[in-house]
């Protein structure tokens, strides 16, 4: 078993949904981490929280330290949203990432 | 502020030869950790390099070494390659482990 899971594996949606992204972790963390990988690889960092929630424009991020678990929310989805959000915990000073969750948006 | 940068972005080599990847850290980072992603995988963690001393390992062998210079920029060194070691390398700089900036990777074919 992963030590940090993520799910819905893939998504599909339609421009203007609202998209959940949801990530469980089975480790102590320092930090929890949601990033952003485009197809060209390079990633960028979204959401650093250690507890309750954060928001950016049209993404906001929660975390439950008590049942270990983090969603990522984005609101009025467009298709420029569509990329591979990963999820990773700071765990002893290093990262532990998830497998990803592969997002579509379509027009 | 000046980002991760990573070089080269790809590199194609033949299985048995060695590679060196390079990455400068971002302005005011002290700590350096390289990545290794598989196609279709979550990032995996090799290394990190704090103020020039290695200071946590993933499960990868003795032929994958690194230095951290004294710029904090790093290098992640890769002997006797296999066809396995062909993924996408990721290097991140962070100051003491917190908040970290990521390069845009060096994708490594080996053939």
């Known amino acids: 078993k992963n030590e940090v899971e993520q799910s819905p594996q893939n998504l599909t949606a339609q421009e203007g949904e609202f998209i959940t992204i949801n990530c469980s972790y089975s480790?102590?963390?320092?930090?929890l981490h949601w990033l952003q990988q485009h197809p060209g690889g390079g990633i960028v960092s979204l959401f650093m929280l250690s507890s309750g929630k954060k928001k950016h424009g049209r993404l906001i991020a929660t975390i439950n330290i008590q049942e270990k678990h983090s969603s990522l929310h984005i609101t009025a989805s467009h298709p420029r949203d569509s990329a591979v959000y990963i999820c990773?915990?700071?765990?002893?000073?290093?990262?532990?990432f998830g497998t990803g969750t592969r997002l579509q948006v379509f027009p | 502020e000046t980002g991760v940068t990573q070089s080269p972005t790809h590199l194609i080599k033949t299985r048995g030869q060695q590679v060196t990847l390079r990455c400068s850290s971002q302005?005011?980072?002290?700590?350096v950790s390289w990545y290794q992603q598989a196609l279709g995988q979550g990032p995996q963690f090799i290394f990190q390099y704090y103020r020039e001393e290695e200071n946590g390992r993933g499960n990868f062998p003795p032929r994958f070494s690194g230095l951290q210079f004294p710029n904090y920029s790093s290098e992640l060194n890769v002997n006797a390659l296999e066809l396995d070691d062909s993924a996408l390398y990721l290097c991140?700089?962070?100051?003491?482990?917190?908040?970290?900036?990521f390069g845009s990777g060096t994708r490594l074919t080996v053939v």
């Open positions: 302005s005011g980072h002290n700590t």
């Open positions: 990773a915990v700071t765990n002893t000073d290093k990262l532990i």
């Open positions: 991140a700089s962070s100051l003491n482990s917190y908040g970290y900036t």
């Open positions: 480790v102590g963390i320092s930090a």
